[in-house]
């Protein structure tokens, strides 16, 4: 903190609390800028805010003025709108700018002034993280940096060409990062594309349009990173001025609007700032503790479960094999599904009887080649270990590496993950009208009837409230993902956000600071996961009464009970549910009745199959891309759109999906179907093609022709 000149009475305070950090300037009663400081709180803000304080106890302070809201304040405080504020810094500062560039911890926007430094307009950032300052506290948090200062140290010491990595999601950035650092690329690079990820995100964003008018001043505690400053101007083209007390602005503009009505010719009363900061109060609770589920008890399904850990295969993560109980032993010929999803993979044998005999479960770890091998192997060790042969009649693959994996190991059948996963639901439960999936970074929604799909959603651009996002969390916490349930189930649990892993990082570290319990805060993240699946994925309207929960996700019954709670319905969870993708697969290909299958065999295992690396273009997501090559046939996975490799733009994974009222449409239209002209004398029929009669056209055509 810097305090200049020696009276000091008389003293405005400028206090901004922000989401990470706090700025408190000081203005005297000549309206001159006397001191500042900024520090980041991790969540203690008042502790935080005391100390800071602790300072001015000794002075007469005449006020305090915020940009942030009085919530944080026991005492009168005057609270300013923060782009009011912003200006009254600019025109204090006799910055004569056109454009301020604000980028906060949680948001960001571009305001624009005229000539005369008045108010035009303001574009807005979105309430994706994507893009501000706490994304880039998490990633620095991850990377084992210092702060984000650290980060941008690193970055600007960066001469390598950078990794592309996915800034839009905390989740998925995570994913890249083990990628780029398997590729051996250097920390420095690593922090250099965060930062120029982030730049990317703002100006997609804000400059989409228009190159914003300069001068172009930054305001924000991004502004302290040169790194970010440096990629925004090498977008835009221009410079961007950074003032020595950019991320003090909003403060000092708060100050000095205070400073303006206060009447500077009257002996004003000094406000004592002894408990000016708030305390925690009573603790509030806004969810009811959460009560065992009456889930399914179908857990007796299970003969044996292990662990494997591969000893040929080149794969880190162990796999968990289910061997389920059968009505009675015979051959051992088997269909072959397999799952390879972004987080995990899968694979059921089942039998000839349509009875799944064993199930196996890894984790991806952005390797699908090496995790199927690694499945390939222990169902080898199971064979050995049970001393029988397994044949297979044929194999079948669904998820995100479906098309990737199927032409590596000559799968017969590869099958869009919402059919697979309805299969599934279907044989564990005919009466299934709903299919609540909550995979590792997608979530799905989908409703059935009589076994058909009607209508389905899934969200893929968000990870919030999907299973990376509870383990990331988890891990915060210091949390194992086995004890989840259990501390979680019966507290109660306040309000947190629910719509990024970035906002909800920065509401545990708030909570817990308030005095609010690790299990409390558990509850939070159960309540927050199931809150975002209902506004964002699934229409909570049209949510059946025979619910299936379906994902490895929902093993945590503490996420089932929360479901249960807020539905009033009992949830449907089978001890299949980890293996439901794959299981559809098996129980398509035995409806399938292929005579010949082009299934490789479990040996390739033992084979090593070389595979490389590319970055998608086509758009900001920069997914990264393995590439096989087989039998002079290029495979690839990792894209997080619906494109296949020789696709060459980019493809929604909508447009893949089964759309029910285009087909019906179709089948309405159909070919032109021109009625025969009668005779002469014959009678010509004409019909509205409107309203309820649109319906019935094939009928009458058919009738009448």
């Known amino acids: 903190m ?117 108010y035009l307009q303001t574009s807005h950032s979105s309430s994706c993280a994507a893009g501000t300052g706490s994304f880039l506290d998490q990633q620095a948090l991850r990377l084992n940096l210092n702060n984000t200062g650290h980060l941008s140290d690193m970055a600007l010491r960066n ?35 965060l930062c120029k990820g982030l730049a990317d995100n703002i100006s997609d964003t804000l400059f989409n349009k228009s190159v914003p008018v300069s001068p172009i001043f930054m305001s924000g505690g991004v502004a302290k990173n040169q790194s970010v400053v440096r990629h925004l101007q090498r977008i835009i083209g221009k410079e961007i001025r950074i003032h020595p007390h950019s991320h003090h602005l909003p403060a000092i503009g708060a100050a000095r609007l205070l400073w303006k009505e206060l009447d500077n010719d009257k002996n004003l009363s000094h406000i004592d700032l002894t408990n000016m900061v708030s305390d925690h109060g009573r603790l509030e609770y806004f969810y009811e503790p959460l009560q065992p589920s009456e889930t399914t008890g179908q857990e007796h399904l299970i003969k044996e479960q292990y662990i494997h850990h591969p000893s040929v295969t ?110 599934a639901a279907y044989e564990l439960n005919p009466k299934t009208d709903t299919i609540i999936e909550i995979g590792g970074q997608d979530a799905k929604f989908t409703r059935m009837k009589d076994g058909m799909v009607t209508f389905s959603h899934m969200n893929t651009v968000c990870a919030a409230g999907t299973g990376s996002f509870i383990e990331e969390l988890a891990g915060r916490l210091g949390v194992k ?24 990082e920065r509401d545990i570290n708030q909570l817990l600071s308030k005095g609010y319990s690790v299990e409390e805060v558990l509850a939070t993240v159960i309540h927050s996961v199931r809150e975002n699946y209902l506004k964002k994925v699934a229409s909570e309207a049209h949510i ?25 319905k009992s949830i449907f969870i089978s001890p299949l549910c980890h293996l439901t993708g794959a299981l559809g697969t098996a129980l398509l290909l035995k409806e399938e009745e292929d005579k010949q299958t082009g299934f490789r065999g479990i040996d390739l295992y033992r084979k090593s199959i070389p595979v490389q690396t590319e970055t998608c273009e086509l758009c900001l997501n920069h997914c990264t891309i393995s590439v096989a090559g087989v039998n002079g046939e290029k495979l690839a996975y990792g894209f997080l759109c619906g494109r296949d490799y020789e696709t060459k733009k980019f493809v929604s994974k909508a447009q893949g999906r089964f759309e029910l009222i285009k087909e019906r449409k179709k089948l309405i239209r159909g070919p032109e179907r021109k009625v025969s002209r009668l005779k002469k004398t014959g009678t010509r029929v004409g019909m509205p093609a409107t309203l309820h009669l ?12």
Request: with cysteine; glycine share 10%.
């Open 159 to 193: 001469c390598s060409p950078v990794p592309d990595i996915a800034a839009r999601c905390s989740v998925f950035a995570k994913t890249d990062l083990i990628h780029a650092q398997q590729k051996g690329y250097g920390l420095e690079a690593i922090c250099d594309s």
């Open 2 to 118: 810097s305090e200049g000149g020696a009276n000091n009475n008389g003293l405005i305070l400028g206090i901004d609390v922000g989401s990470v950090s706090i700025s408190l300037v000081s203005v005297d009663r000549e309206g001159h800028l006397k001191g500042h400081a900024y520090t980041l709180h991790k969540g203690n803000i008042r502790e935080t805010l005391d100390q800071l304080l602790l300072r001015y106890m000794n002075h007469q302070v005449l006020g305090v003025a915020t940009p942030s809201g009085k919530s944080h304040f026991n005492k009168q405080v005057e609270v300013y709108d923060q782009q009011v504020a912003i200006m009254e810094a600019v025109d204090f500062l006799k910055l004569n700018a056109r454009s301020i560039l604000h980028v906060g911890a949680e948001r960001f926007y571009l305001m624009e002034l005229d000539p005369q430094g008045k």
């Open 314 to 423: 080149d794969h880190t993560a162990g796999i968990q094999v289910d061997r389920f109980k059968l009505s009675s032993a015979e051959e051992m010929q088997f269909y072959l599904g397999i799952d390879v999803g972004s987080t995990s993979t899968k694979a059921v044998m089942l039998n000839t009887k349509g009875e799944p005999y064993a199930g196996f479960y890894t984790y991806t770890l952005g390797q699908p080649l090496k995790a199927v091998q690694a499945l390939f192997e222990a169902i080898d060790h199971l064979a050995q270990t049970t001393g029988v042969t397994f044949q297979f009649k044929s194999s079948g693959t669904t998820g995100s590496g479906r098309k990737f994996i199927a032409g590596i190991i000559g799968a017969d059948h590869d099958y869009d993950e919402i059919t697979a996963h309805a299969r």
């Open 694 to 705: 649109t319906e019935d056209l094939n009928y009458w055509t058919s009738f009448f022709r």
């Open 544 to 568: 059946g009464d025979h619910i299936c929960f379906q994902g490895a996700t929902a093993k945590n019954r503490a996420l089932a009970a929360a479901f249960e709670q807020r539905l009033g």
């Open 481 to 504: 993902l086995k004890d989840f349930e259990s501390l979680a189930m019966g507290r109660q649990a306040p309000l947190a956000s629910d719509r990024c892993t970035v906002f909800m």
